[in-house]
């Protein structure tokens, strides 16, 4: 039989990170111009996709960490649609990880555990707006921590 460490509420792990919950937090679709027909026109959209990461602390080493996902499809200057989503994950650190090594943590390894989940979210947007899913492809948050050092934004 196989043994689980699933933490339970208000217990600390001694070791590493442990995932408490995982959720939507807001989710926005816009289709302007669904009418129109713009994405069934034959002519490639252009899509412009941003990815952030923000985190909290809410003490006692328990951190919301929320990855933010923006699409904005356009069809010779129209828009075809806009999604945006919020997708959160609430972690505990372990007393083991140094203070210093969190911040990459959480935005490099919780974010690539969130972002399966976020993906489907925007798929799963386009397709009821009526478009093919719109499958993100995987997304280098390493390099998201370091365009943040690089801006001064989090500590080397």
């Avoid at 989940?117 to 995987?138: E, H, I, K, S």
Wanted: aromatic share 8%; hydrophobic share 40%.
């Amino acid at each position: 039989m196989a043994e689980t460490n699933t933490p339970l509420a208000g217990a600390q792990p001694q070791q590493g990170l442990a995932f408490l919950h995982q959720y939507l937090k807001d989710l926005s679709f816009e289709n302007p111009n669904a009418a129109l027909g713009l994405m069934s026109q034959g002519k490639q959209p252009d899509v412009k996709i941003d990815v952030n990461v923000n985190n909290r602390d809410l003490g006692e080493r328990r951190y919301e960490v929320e990855l933010h996902t923006s699409v904005k499809a356009t069809v010779e200057g129209q828009t075809g649609f806009i999604v945006e989503c919020v997708y959160a994950g609430l972690v505990q650190i372990g007393t083991d990880v140094p203070d210093e090594a969190i911040e990459k943590l959480l935005v490099v390894e919780v974010s690539r555990y969130l972002f399966p989940f976020a993906r489907q979210v925007v798929a799963d947007a386009t397709v009821q707006g009526g478009y093919p899913p719109l499958l993100l492809n995987p997304f280098n948050f390493l390099s998201l921590l370091a365009n943040r050092k690089d801006r001064g934004e989090v500590e080397a």
